[in-house]
């Protein structure tokens, strides 16, 4: 559906699943999303993949606990998107990991001044997206 702009209707007549079934399954899947992405820029995809990485990360440090399995997985899959989309957007992932690092060792040293990066870190990558983004 998402690859190839078909409509749920179009595959069901080539596949089993009917087309309910098939719309159930881009709606938990989030796959509007994945269309509007793919129609994205490089950059635009980027930026929301920073985007999707800060807020599994801030979520996580809000409920003051290390991120879940699933929660890394994304992360992982996100990052591999990224070095994927282009070598320009190779340092973005790799510069994520490194202010990761020094995020966690801000952390230990002071956590009201992690809290106070966080949030600016948050408010600068979305605005950020918002200006470059076309967001």
């Given at each position: 559906?998402?690859?190839?702009?078909?409509?749920?209707?179009e595959i069901s007549?080539?596949?089993?699943?009917?087309?309910?079934?098939?719309?159930?399954?881009?709606?938990?899947?989030?796959?509007?999303?994945?269309?509007?992405?793919?129609?994205?820029?490089?950059?635009?995809?980027?930026?929301?993949a920073i985007n999707q990485i800060n807020?599994?990360?801030?979520?996580?440090?809000?409920?003051?606990?290390?991120?879940?399995?699933?929660?890394?997985?994304?992360?992982?899959?996100l990052r591999k998107l990224m070095e994927g989309l282009n070598r320009e957007l190779g340092y973005v992932s790799n510069a994520i990991e490194v202010m990761g690092k020094f995020m966690e060792y801000v952390r230990d040293k002071d956590e009201d001044l992690f809290k106070a990066l966080t949030e600016y870190s948050m408010d600068f990558t979305s605005n950020l997206y918002k200006e470059l983004g076309d967001g």
């Open positions: 559906m998402v690859m190839m702009n078909m409509r749920s209707e007549a080539i596949l089993k699943p009917s087309a309910t079934t098939i719309d159930r399954w881009a709606e938990e899947g989030d796959w509007g999303r994945l269309q509007e992405l793919r129609n994205g820029s490089t950059l635009k995809l980027g930026l929301e807020m599994i990360m801030m979520q996580a440090r809000e409920e003051d606990r290390t991120m879940s399995a699933k929660e890394v997985d994304q992360c992982a899959k």
